[in-house]
């Protein structure tokens, strides 16, 4: 089998071919920062992630990109509202850039405690404005844009494709009605789908951040940052492009305007600006959709105030928990959040933990942190058994169609629970597996194992000073070598001899010890 994915562009499964054989160039939309990430925001991660380990599972290389948006983003997507960076700056008495410093560090740490593998690329808007305007000369020397207001529009009835990444009507659009809710009445625009590529101080007296363009001094559109710097990282044509499922009507959907819009005649023949678009779905609440602009939300670590929301790790789930929960179901479907799912996330990779624990300890091995594997690594099948090649092609299967985390958690289980299979080649199995699941199972086992030990140790009797110490443990090391040799007879005599002498024989995770009665 070969990797399919879901293509949002014709809504169909498609074999991934590469543009490059071999390589794989990807951008994921990456956060406003604002406000600190809750809960849903971080789904989207989690699933860009999975992307990033099942690529490099089978043996791709990789160049992912990420942008971090710290200008130009206003309240609403289709050129309304605020400017949510200055409308924060504003309420903290603080500049853009502090702002976004602020909230760009607390993303991280997120992503981090997830066991979210950063971008090999992370760019902010505002160290890529040149890029921007040298983007938005190309499109306007194509003949896609006007100027209104003081502002400059790119018009959508100049890209006969408009839409079709969302199946948007471009009629219905020019209408202002059809399916997409964003469209906004601007006076300024010829069509009310038609969107802005480089703002001036027509539009807001008071943006904190400009700067001299070819069209005055302003600020660059939301939608434009991503062409850009995408452009710059992976070329005209690049493999993937990803994002949460509102992204679709308006912001994906306009960035393909804009970026096939700057294409001359040759780089058109080339073909589309992406191959496919993957978009993850909602995380919804038991009430509905969460939001930040409802001013109530849930972040994965960070304390809120009670009447802002709460943290996930203040009601005693951690990060990795979280993961676990968003694995559970696939990343085209809503996932429901209640704490009673997110309790028995908790619980389920517990479960998981302990049960490594106890295959580490049946194999006698010590548990360490887990492989760090290099690109096709984790699926080289060198020395597996024919149990074990099974486990890992339906791991594998799972993940080649459509990244169906479901299906590979089942192959996991399946590991542990087949007590058949060699410790050690279990846990190998098991460590692969979560090389791309990332839920840092065996380190954590290990930590179990140690507090299993200790326990053991503290239960375990203190023979110092004993004169027989010597003498008593040679018996029972002998008693144990003559079970193991199915010396049975030997072994029942020396229990006898140590029960007559007021010795009790117990078992403990170590092997037998022994106490005075």
Not at 269 to 291: D, I, Q, R, T
Not at 335 to 361: C, H, P, T
């Amino acid at each position: 089998m070969s990797l399919r994915l879901f293509n949002t562009m014709g809504h169909k499964m498609e074999e991934f071919k590469p543009i490059t054989e071999g390589f794989c160039g990807f951008y994921g939309c990456g956060p406003t920062v604002y406000n600190y990430a809750h809960i849903g925001n971080l789904r989207a991660y989690v699933f860009l992630d999975t992307l990033d380990k099942t690529l490099h599972f089978l043996g791709y290389d990789l160049k992912h990109v990420m942008n971090v948006t710290d200008v130009g983003h206003l309240t609403g997507d289709s050129d309304e509202g605020d400017d949510k960076m200055v409308k924060t700056a504003e309420e903290r008495h603080q500049s853009v850039l502090e702002v976004a410093k602020f909230y760009t560090d607390a993303f991280l740490k997120d992503i981090d405690s997830l066991n979210i593998r950063r971008p090999d690329v992370i760019c902010k808007a505002t160290e890529h404005i040149q890029e921007m305007i040298d983007l938005i000369k190309q499109i306007e020397a194509n003949g896609h844009t006007y100027m209104a207001g003081g502002n400059l529009y790119y018009d959508i009835s100049t890209y006969p494709d408009y839409g079709k990444l969302a199946n948007l009507n471009l009629d219905e659009l020019k209408e202002g009605a059809g399916k997409r809710k964003e469209v906004v009445i601007d006076g300024n625009k010829r069509n009310p789908g038609d969107f802005v590529l480089w703002f001036t101080k027509s539009k807001f007296e008071n943006q904190a951040m400009t700067w001299d363009s070819p069209w005055g001094r302003g600020y660059p559109g939301w939608h434009i940052e991503c062409s850009a710097m995408s452009m710059k990282y992976l070329g005209k044509h690049f493999d993937i492009h990803t994002g949460g499922i509102d992204h679709v009507p308006v912001h994906h959907t306009n960035e393909i305007a804009q970026s096939e819009g700057s294409f001359d005649e040759a780089e058109r023949a080339k073909g589309p600006w992406v191959n496919y678009w993957m978009h993850n779905e909602f995380l919804v609440l038991e009430g509905g959709k969460m939001s930040k602009s409802s001013g109530h939300f849930i972040t994965l670590q960070t304390p809120l105030p009670e009447e802002k929301g709460f943290a996930l790790t203040d009601k005693g789930i951690q990060p990795l928990d979280y993961r676990f929960f968003l694995l559970s179901g696939h990343y085209r479907k809503q996932l429901v959040f209640s704490m009673e799912a997110l309790e028995s996330a908790k619980n389920g990779r517990a479960a998981l933990v302990q049960k490594i624990a106890k295959i580490a300890a049946k194999g006698n091995i010590q548990l360490s942190k887990g492989k760090t594997y290099a690109k096709g690594q984790a699926d080289n099948r060198d020395g597996l058994s024919e149990k074990a090649n099974g486990y890992l092609d339906a791991f594998k299967g799972g993940l080649e169609n459509d990244l169906l985390t479901p299906v590979a958690f089942s192959a996991l289980n399946k590991v542990i629970k087949d007590g058949s299979l060699d410790p050690k080649e279990a846990l190998d199995l098991i460590d692969r597996m979560d090389s791309v699941l990332s839920l840092s199972l065996l380190e954590t086992a290990a930590v179990e194992q140690k507090k299993i030990e200790d326990e053991a140790k503290a239960m375990m009797p203190d023979h110092s000073g004993d004169p027989e110490a010597a003498e008593i443990d040679a018996l029972v090391a002998e008693r144990s070598s003559a079970k193991k040799n199915k010396d049975f007879a030997r072994a029942d005599q020396i229990r006898d001899e140590l029960t007559e002498r007021g010795i009790t024989i117990i078992d403990t995770p170590q092997g037998p010890a022994w106490k005075r009665n």
